[in-house]
């Protein structure tokens, strides 16, 4: 494995580790000198009626107590086609999970476990992809070719995920670089997790079988907030599609992070794109610690192959219930282990994340693949006073030296074995370095060790799925109704002068073609219209929540009802929040709610005048300024959907100035 450049990290590593951790204090030029690169991978669930490979209905999710059957499974590896395991297959394998799944027989059937070959490809999914694909400017395959992906932790019955690249080699336009796209894929989303604990993990399957797109992106950003732009964008053209499905778990997106003389290391399920530059910049930092920690043991320890753990059983009960006095979680059935790390002595300690240091690395890949459970070990380089005595008893009985390290972990007694040889071996990978891993995201902005990086050897040919020939001829007329790209659209909304605050939510919610068609088909201002579907229509959702009976087609309903009666258009703003929670009402009736009541110019002349006479025996200040305002707001509920506020404005002046 290469090394990081002296040159390259002198900008780095002149730095104590906590600024490193710190987001905020990091720039560019710290990206640079570590040689930072970040690549993604989209998934966003198509919009079907039915699953990929079977005829059940997409989208109906189950409660996680409300099942029709379980059924239990034990997951094994099997052979590539070149003879050999995947790595992270023969990981799983090693947890001896027991894998329940919850079904309901409205959302799944004997294709999804596995007890049924599929079905044929639902094609509505599969124009869609190829719509998409487009869309990111990939060349289209000429056949489809389903593979199987092995996945052996349980989220998929069958043990691999069918998938298939429906285009290669495309690109986004970011405001200032492209983007290249390596593929999109279309494949089967797996089960929905919803406990895992020991040797058990459980899911519904629900979710099992939708299909979704995978886009994935070159490792062309260069910073964390270029990660999250490129997740942007890719989000803003799915959505433009009217093809994909919205809300929560319809889109989750991996972020693939490396540095020089690191490696690739996968983050996956990021649930939320803001999400994207403080987790992958503290990846970059965790990279930059652990070939510290690289080269440092290289100067301890010479020759690694002749490394190795010595460890012991811990009997002595004064000992243990020190244990046990500080976690009482620990099972009475565990064993204690006591065990020496020759020549780490202060390396577990090392941060490494921010609340995380390198012992828990270790920590984690016990719980993981150990399967222990909860808070699992100490070690020796924390001053805690507690546990001081404790290894020095420890150091005896394992004849410790001043340069070692020592660990003390509890396990049940099946699992010893596992947990030595885990800690042993990620002990191993920092003679190495970055460990090729997928780590799993958390709501703080770090990781957690999920599973060893899954290689090609988990890939093979589907050989219950023929290939499909795809219909370039076809293809090609997608293009004609293609949604221009995000960057086009943000130019037309600069052109339009609609407030930059409002972009990113038009953009999420694909509302710029709805902006659109009201300018040209109603020539209403599209100013109007931005605040209209962005700031009015989004404050109605969140006060009532979702409401399944209103379209967006109401709306433009509206707009030609309004324009039909000759009403300002500034009566669409009340209107709105009424028809959204009132979708079958008539207009003529949201506008008795309203109280609305059609009068003539002349009629509110007349009350101007009236109301400065008003003015002068209930107020006594004789600024103009203030008689203005006080006429205004008398005025407001009677001049909305009759007259413009500007209207009304210039007659309140002409009023107050005669009176």
């Keep these: 494995m290469s090394k990081i450049d002296k040159s390259e990290m002198q900008g780095v590593g002149s730095r104590s580790v906590e600024p490193l951790l710190s987001f905020k204090q990091a720039d560019p030029s710290f990206y640079k000198a570590i040689g930072f690169t970040c690549g993604l991978e989209v998934h966003q669930q198509l919009d079907t009626k039915e699953k990929l490979f079977c005829h059940c209905p997409a989208r109906r999710y189950q409660k996680p107590d409300e099942f029709d059957g379980e059924i239990l499974r034990h997951m094994r590896p099997t052979l590539s086609e070149l003879g050999e395991y995947d790595g992270t297959a023969l990981m799983e394998f090693k947890t001896r999970k027991e894998i329940v799944y919850r079904l309901q027989n409205s959302s799944a059937c004997t294709y999804e476990m596995d007890d049924t070959p599929p079905f044929t490809l639902n094609r509505e999914a599969l124009q869609k992809a190829i719509s998409l694909a487009k869309q990111f400017k990939t060349s289209l395959v000429d056949e489809l070719h389903?593979?199987?992906?092995?996945?052996?932790?349980?989220?998929?019955?069958?043990?691999?995920?069918?998938?298939?690249?429906?285009?290669?080699?495309?690109?986004?336009?970011?405001?200032?670089?492209?983007?290249?796209?390596?593929?999109?894929?279309?494949?089967?989303?797996?089960?929905?997790?919803?406990?895992?604990?020991?040797?058990?993990?459980?899911?519904?399957?629900?979710?099992?079988?939708?299909?979704?797109?995978?886009?994935?992106?070159?490792?062309?950003?260069?910073?964390?907030?270029?990660?999250?732009?490129?997740?942007?964008?890719?989000?803003?053209?799915?959505?433009?599609?009217?093809?994909?499905?919205?809300?929560?778990?319809?889109?989750?997106?991996?972020?693939?992070?490396?540095?020089?003389?690191?490696?690739?290391?996968?983050?996956?399920?990021?649930?939320?794109?803001?999400?994207?530059?403080?987790?992958?910049?503290?990846?970059?930092?965790?990279?930059?610690?652990?070939?510290?920690?690289?080269?440092?043991?290289?100067?301890?320890?010479?020759?690694?192959?002749?490394?190795?753990?010595?460890?012991?059983?811990?009997?002595?009960?004064?000992?243990?219930?020190?244990?046990?006095?500080?976690?009482?979680?620990?099972?009475?059935?565990?064993?204690?282990?006591?065990?020496?790390?020759?020549?780490?002595?202060?390396?577990?300690?090392?941060?490494?994340?921010?609340?995380?240091?390198?012992?828990?690395?270790?920590?984690?890949?016990?719980?993981?693949?150990?399967?222990?459970?909860?808070?699992?070990?100490?070690?020796?380089?924390?001053?805690?006073?507690?546990?001081?005595?404790?290894?020095?008893?420890?150091?005896?009985?394992?004849?410790?030296?001043?340069?070692?390290?020592?660990?003390?972990?509890?396990?049940?007694?099946?699992?010893?074995?596992?947990?030595?040889?885990?800690?042993?071996?990620?002990?191993?990978?920092?003679?190495?370095?970055?460990?090729?891993?997928?780590?799993?995201?958390?709501?703080?902005?770090?990781?957690?060790?999920?599973?060893?990086?899954?290689?090609?050897?988990?890939?093979?040919?589907?050989?219950?799925?023929?290939?499909?020939?795809?219909?370039?001829?076809?293809?090609?007329?997608?293009?004609?109704s293609l949604p221009s790209e995000p960057y086009k659209q943000i130019s037309q909304l600069k052109v339009w002068q609609i407030p930059k605050d409002l972009h990113h939510h038009i953009l999420r919610h694909n509302l710029f073609t709805h902006i659109n068609r009201l300018y040209t088909d109603y020539n209403f201002p599209p100013t109007m219209g931005a605040k209209l579907l962005g700031q009015t229509l989004k404050h109605a959702i969140r006060c009532f929540g979702p409401s399944p009976d209103f379209s967006l087609e109401r709306i433009y309903e509206l707009v030609q009802f309004v324009i039909d009666q000759k009403l300002d258009l500034a009566i669409l703003k009340p209107m709105l929040y009424l028809v959204y929670k009132n979708p079958q009402d008539e207009f003529s009736d949201i506008l008795k709610k309203l109280h609305f009541k059609k009068v003539s110019l002349n009629k509110i002349r007349s009350k101007i005048s009236q109301l400065c006479d008003d003015f002068k025996k209930v107020r006594r200040s004789k600024e103009i300024e203030a008689k203005k305002r006080w006429i205004m707001g008398q005025l407001r509920p009677l001049a909305i959907g009759n007259i413009s506020l500007a209207q009304l404005s210039t007659l309140v002046e002409r009023g107050g100035a005669d009176a």
């Design 146 to 480: 389903i593979t199987r992906k092995q996945y052996l932790d349980g989220s998929i019955p069958a043990g691999f995920q069918r998938t298939g690249i429906v285009g290669v080699e495309g690109e986004i336009t970011l405001p200032h670089k492209n983007i290249r796209i390596i593929q999109i894929s279309l494949e089967e989303d797996s089960c929905r997790q919803i406990a895992d604990r020991g040797h058990t993990r459980i899911f519904t399957t629900d979710r099992l079988g939708i299909p979704l797109i995978e886009v994935v992106t070159y490792p062309d950003m260069k910073t964390p907030q270029e990660a999250e732009l490129a997740g942007q964008y890719i989000r803003y053209i799915c959505r433009s599609s009217n093809k994909v499905r919205s809300g929560i778990g319809a889109a989750r997106q991996d972020v693939n992070v490396s540095i020089v003389g690191g490696t690739r290391v996968e983050i996956k399920g990021v649930a939320h794109l803001r999400w994207i530059p403080e987790l992958a910049h503290n990846e970059a930092v965790r990279q930059v610690v652990l070939l510290r920690l690289r080269d440092e043991l290289g100067k301890r320890i010479h020759n690694p192959k002749r490394w190795g753990i010595r460890h012991q059983a811990v009997t002595d009960h004064l000992m243990i219930q020190a244990i046990r006095d500080k976690y009482g979680h620990i099972v009475k059935q565990a064993a204690f282990i006591g065990l020496v790390l020759p020549r780490f002595k202060g390396l577990l300690a090392e941060a490494t994340q921010p609340g995380k240091s390198f012992a828990n690395e270790i920590e984690e890949r016990l719980q993981v693949i150990a399967c222990l459970e909860g808070h699992c070990m100490i070690h020796s380089d924390v001053n805690d006073p507690i546990f001081s005595t404790l290894f020095s008893h420890v150091a005896k009985m394992l004849k410790a030296k001043k340069q070692d390290a020592m660990i003390l972990f509890w396990a049940p007694k099946d699992d010893v074995e596992t947990a030595l040889e885990t800690i042993e071996e990620r002990c191993r990978l920092a003679f190495e370095g970055v460990p090729k891993e997928t780590r799993k995201s958390l709501p703080g902005k770090i990781t957690v060790f999920e599973r060893v990086l899954p290689g090609p050897d988990r890939m093979y040919p589907d050989t219950d799925s023929a290939p499909i020939p795809i219909d370039h001829e076809n293809a090609d007329d997608f293009e004609d």
